[in-house]
């Protein structure tokens, strides 16, 4: 057993749905999901129109019918799974119509054309990825949609010219200046409070084989006596350990004191830099904890964050820009929602 076992549990409670227009293209809708009610929000099956171009239930219906077991699976109750479910179909709508403004605006520029070579490749890739590479199969799904291959191209060639613009609108905000940084820091400064922590690297001997606790402290002994005449942990580990991440050196990174059981914690954050426990003694055998590097409890630098910070800063500029630009060709465009 490795040292898996010891860490705390913490769960992952997955919270938001992207949404990218085009990108669950080519995905045959789940079986057997709960109704979504579109039939009854839009009788006349159709959602939107966007300079010209129909956004029909049957477009939403496609792109939100992968989401929606996620959606079951964390809803609360009906009435939120529900209420959650009309809000994603209101940005998959808005989603849908975005995507047809901003293949508009690049096709506003007689210069922008992609490449049919680009296309085809796409459309090889998904082939592949989507339906194993069966051609057979990829046929009988445009059939399922009553689209033509043409139509089909089409759809992937707007899908590169989606990502290609959307992409090139977040390029643009890559510059922050330090003084926005440093103001940014001072104004959230309780955000970069780190607490203890260690990178830790482990020897183990797992119990097996009868081995005793006396047969497992004699093992650890033998690494002690070759620690003490200077020879490297991480080696010893590669050559001796029977943890999982022997291989590299028992290095399980950087971890903070509260990640980890009090049996590894208590004797590991009272090592210095470069110091190695006595033997720790478990049901799962013996280990020799290595504290690598230290970070101690505290406000961080802005040195260390400054690169977070720039990366936060980035991306909020990056989705300003972006929206600004939405906006700018929603109010220049004919779009009706229904």
């Given at each position: 057993?490795?040292?898996?076992?010891?860490?705390?549990?913490s769960?992952?409670l997955?919270?938001?749905?992207?949404?990218?227009a085009?990108?669950l293209?080519?995905?045959p809708?789940?079986?057997?999901?709960?109704?979504?009610?579109?039939?009854?929000r839009?009788q006349?099956g159709i959602a939107a129109?966007?300079?010209g171009?129909?956004?029909?239930?049957?477009?939403?219906?496609?792109?939100?019918?992968p989401?929606?077991?996620e959606?079951?699976r964390?809803?609360?109750n009906?009435?939120?799974?529900?209420?959650?479910?009309?809000?994603?179909?209101?940005?998959?709508i808005?989603?849908?119509?975005d995507?047809?403004?901003?293949v508009?605006d690049?096709?506003?520029?007689?210069?922008?054309?992609?490449?049919?070579s680009?296309?085809?490749?796409?459309?090889?890739?998904?082939?592949?990825?989507?339906?194993?590479?069966?051609?057979?199969?990829f046929?009988?799904?445009?059939?399922?949609?009553?689209?033509t291959?043409?139509?089909?191209?089409?759809?992937v060639?707007?899908?590169?010219i989606?990502?290609y613009?959307?992409?090139q609108k977040?390029?643009?905000?890559?510059?922050?200046?330090?003084v926005?940084?440093?103001e940014?820091?001072?104004?959230?400064?309780?955000?970069?409070?780190?607490?203890?922590?260690?990178?830790?690297?482990?020897?183990?001997f797992?119990?097996?084989?009868?081995?005793t606790?006396r047969?497992?402290?004699?093992?650890?002994?033998?690494?002690?006596?070759?620690?003490?005449?200077?020879?490297?942990?991480?080696?010893?580990?590669?050559?001796?350990?029977?943890?999982?991440?022997?291989?590299?050196?028992?290095?399980?990174?950087?971890?903070?004191?509260?990640?980890?059981?009090p049996?590894?914690?208590?004797?590991?954050?009272?090592l210095?830099?470069?110091?190695?426990?006595?033997p720790?003694?478990?049901?799962?055998?013996?280990?020799?904890?290595?504290?690598?590097?230290?970070?101690?409890?505290?406000?961080?630098?802005?040195d260390e964050v400054?690169?977070?910070?720039?990366?936060i800063?980035?991306?909020?500029?990056?989705?300003?820009?972006?929206?600004?630009?939405?906006?700018?060709?929603?109010?220049?465009?004919?779009?009706?929602l229904?």
């Amino acid at each position: 057993m490795t040292p898996h076992r010891l860490l705390r549990s913490s769960a992952a409670l997955g919270a938001g749905v992207l949404i990218l227009a085009g990108s669950l293209r080519g995905q045959p809708a789940a079986p057997s999901l709960p109704s979504d009610n579109l039939n009854m929000r839009f009788q006349n099956g159709i959602a939107a129109v966007a300079e010209g171009q129909i956004i029909t239930v049957d477009d939403i219906r496609r792109e939100i019918a992968p989401m929606i077991p996620e959606l079951q699976r964390t809803a609360r109750n009906e009435q939120d799974f529900n209420q959650r479910l009309e809000a994603l179909q209101d940005d998959t709508i808005q989603a849908l119509v975005d995507r047809v403004l901003i293949v508009k605006d690049f096709y506003s520029d007689e210069k922008r054309r992609i490449p049919s070579s680009y296309v085809d490749n796409a459309v090889d890739e998904n082939i592949i990825n989507q339906w194993e590479g069966d051609r057979s199969k990829f046929l009988a799904y445009l059939r399922t949609r009553g689209l033509t291959l043409r139509e089909y191209r089409r759809e992937v060639e707007e899908d590169i010219i989606y990502n290609y613009m959307r992409g090139q609108k977040r390029k643009s905000a890559t510059i922050v200046s330090p003084v926005r940084v440093q103001e940014f820091y001072e104004e959230n400064e309780q955000e970069f409070y780190q607490e203890d922590a260690v990178k830790l690297r482990l020897i183990q001997f797992q119990r097996k084989d009868g081995r005793t606790d006396r047969d497992l402290i004699a093992l650890a002994a033998r690494v002690q006596a070759r620690l003490d005449i200077g020879q490297d942990f991480a080696e010893i580990a590669k050559e001796v350990s029977e943890d999982s991440r022997r291989s590299r050196g028992g290095d399980w990174g950087w971890l903070d004191r509260s990640g980890l059981k009090p049996e590894f914690s208590d004797p590991l954050f009272e090592l210095a830099e470069g110091e190695t426990t006595h033997p720790i003694i478990l049901p799962e055998g013996v280990f020799l904890l290595h504290s690598e590097e230290r970070k101690y409890a505290g406000i961080q630098a802005i040195d260390e964050v400054r690169e977070q910070i720039e990366r936060i800063l980035i991306s909020r500029e990056a989705r300003r820009a972006q929206e600004a630009w939405l906006e700018r060709l929603r109010r220049n465009s004919y779009v009706k929602l229904y």
